[in-house]
């Protein structure tokens, strides 16, 4: 079992910067990859960013490469996503996922514990 538990979101205007944390504790962090999600009202939940069990490999959807980073410190059983030059249309409740190794990393049915989320508002 693992819990994962996110801060760090807050109300940003457009251009601005917040660094979300996901803290683990329960069963070893470095086992597994750990994958962001976000969710709009009234849409469906959308991939964001995925960091592989080492730090080593990186993917990020097209709507945030370039202006989000993914990072994690195993000795602290911590991932952040740095979110840079922020939009309106970035307002969600974002996620922090975790899954097994080799896995899809786009699909929420492929991850096996989620956190409950913390909301990021960008104003214009």
């Known amino acids: 079992q693992v819990q994962l538990v996110e801060s760090g979101g807050g109300l940003v205007q457009a251009g601005g910067s917040l660094r979300l944390s996901c803290a683990a504790s329960?069963?070893?962090?470095?086992?597994?990859?750990m994958g962001w999600f976000r969710q709009a009202p009234g849409k469906e939940r959308e991939f964001v960013a995925i960091?592989?069990?080492?730090?080593?490999?990186?993917v990020y959807a097209d709507s945030v490469k370039g202006r989000f980073t993914i990072s994690r410190d195993n000795a602290k059983n911590t991932v952040y996503l740095q979110m840079n030059s922020l939009k309106p249309e970035d307002t969600a409740v974002y996620c922090c996922?975790?899954?097994?190794?080799?896995?899809?990393?786009?699909?929420?049915?492929?991850?096996?514990?989620w956190g409950q989320g913390t909301q990021v508002t960008v104003s214009s």
């Open positions: 960091i592989s069990w080492s730090g080593g490999t990186t």
């Open positions: 329960g069963r070893t962090f470095s086992y597994y990859d």
């Open positions: 996922a975790a899954q097994g190794r080799g896995k899809k990393p786009n699909r929420p049915y492929e991850y096996d514990y």
